[in-house]
């Protein structure tokens, strides 16, 4: 039933996929688990079926990812697909399901690399059918061809311009960005631009991507504020104001983005701890130069770690698996540092320009502090109101919130509502994210049904299963 | 009303399986991302919720909202994570109160 490894890496975007190359060619055996059927992760999604049908839409930095995929044909790696994790346990031991089917697998290290999610985007009628996050509407393009016609794109950030630049490409430009970084967040930015210089490829693609937008004629509304997604079984239109002026765009299809947060729910299902970081307006794993956690075994590495990008990830999915090999003596301490210090000179190079593009496309403010009838918790139907609500009766944290009023108890888990619920009760409780504190996240990470649990051959795993589950 | 979304037109001879959604068959591409078919033909409501009964369709394609789940033989399974094959039938899902999940 249960298998050994040395490594388990689970996630197989650029972070993982990086590190089991690394560590596969120092000699472990891993295994590299996704519960995508294809290896890429987020930036290179199904990379090995849509490089021939689009590559030339995704842009060169997609095609990138190919020689990262490549590297998986080792003897020593064995990628596991469809392969959703959600449990692991103290001892190394990992449950999976792929089709509905449980396994188990040991493993003397543990890799987390998955990734980030959207930052939640709360704003009025955000749940209507027809809104969707920018990066949703990146999947259906990189994986099933499919375009939406005279979308409105709304927010910040460079995911939101690749993304217009993406249906530019196809002949599909949206109909407008609603952009909610303004003239003064440029300004600020402006100190930080020696580090950008630095990081200069980052800018140059920036400006790229701006001019195909341009070309295309799509309509820019930046600065925009209030904004309002109207409609009442779908999308209908979007208001919002632009300087003096009330803006409304009729619309089928919006489009929400400002950001990625690292998605951390794994990390936390293992109680590892997090602190808020003020700069990206996150929680991160706390972990060491190596990624390493706080528990020694495991390691975190990627978007998931903190929010650097794909060719971030991959440096220190390297740098992980490096440290990890040197631990489980398939190094030494010397052969480690010889390749680390070249992959931190590279590191340092690709961080450079993150301070200006975070000052620049900042979360919008509205989002991050919604007023009372927009809804937080999309699961359980909670809105703003209801969590401050809950602090004037003495709510302090997350966790008491979800007995106040269900929030964080949907089958999401919280992915799509943590980060606003602590910011929200940070601020009615004029306490800091870190003291306001996050969801506990408990195993299953994902809904399984009962078969699959029963269906696990290991007794005494399945015991300890059921007791927790009460 | 023409659908929102469209298939990008070099992508559009792949084979079609015939898929039942609450009793109307459609044609969809076989081995493709459910959630997308839907979306492509114009069926961007797959669940009303629990709560209030609200229309809820894809939000983040990539397995992580839940708000594409669509009941297939019994099961909820999310739209965005399944791939089509011939003769499936799904159900959305109304605004009854649902199992709770973990
Ligand atoms: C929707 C979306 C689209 C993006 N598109 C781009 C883009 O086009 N260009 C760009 O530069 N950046 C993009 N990003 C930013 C992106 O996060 C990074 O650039 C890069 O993909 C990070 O790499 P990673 O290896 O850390 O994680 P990812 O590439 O996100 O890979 C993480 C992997 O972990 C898997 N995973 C997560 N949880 C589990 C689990 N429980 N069990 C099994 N597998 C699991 C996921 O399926 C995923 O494949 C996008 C982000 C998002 C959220
Ligand atoms: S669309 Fe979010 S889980 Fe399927």
Known sequence: M???VDLAIIGAGPAGLAAAATA????????????QSS???QIYRDIERAAAARGD??????????SLVADLDSPRIRHIRNATVWQIDRDGSLTYSVHGEARVLMAKRLLIASGALERPMPVVGWTLPGVMTAGAAQILLKQSGIVARDAVLIGSGPLLYLVAAQLCRVGKPPMAIVETQTFSDLLSAGRHLPGALVGWRYMVKGLGLLHEIRKAGVTRFRGASEIEIAGTQMVSGVRFRHGKRSHELACATVLLHHGVIPNTQIARSLDIEHAWDESQKCF???????????????????DGAGIGGAVVAALRGRLAALEIGRDLTAMTEAERDEIASRLRAQLRREMAARPFIDTAYPPFDEAMSPKDPVIVCRCEEVTAGDIRGYSRLGCLGPNQAKAFGRSGMGPCQGRYCGTTVTQLLAEANGATPDETGYYKIRA???PVSLGEVAALHDPNSEDERNDRAH | MKPAFELLPRNASDPEVTVTVD?????????????AELLRLGMSVTRRTPVSGAPRGPFCMMGACYDCLVEIEGARLQACRIKVTADLRISSIGGETEGALP
């Open chain 1, 24 to 35: 596969a060619r120092a000699g472990l055996n891993v295994a590299l688990l996704d519960e």
């Open chain 1, 284 to 302: 991160v794993p706390k972990i060491d130069q190596w990624g390493r956690s706080d528990r020694e075994d495991v390691f975190i590495a990627g």
């Open chain 1, 57 to 66: 839409i995704l842009g060169k930095d997609y095609l990138g990812g190919l």
């Open chain 2, 23 to 35: 009793g109307t068959g459609y044609d969809m591409r076989e081995g493709e991302n459910l959630a």
């Open chain 1, 444 to 446: 299953p990470l994902k």
């Open chain 1, 39 to 41: 290896a890429g992760g």
């Open chain 1, 2 to 4: 249960s298998e050994d």
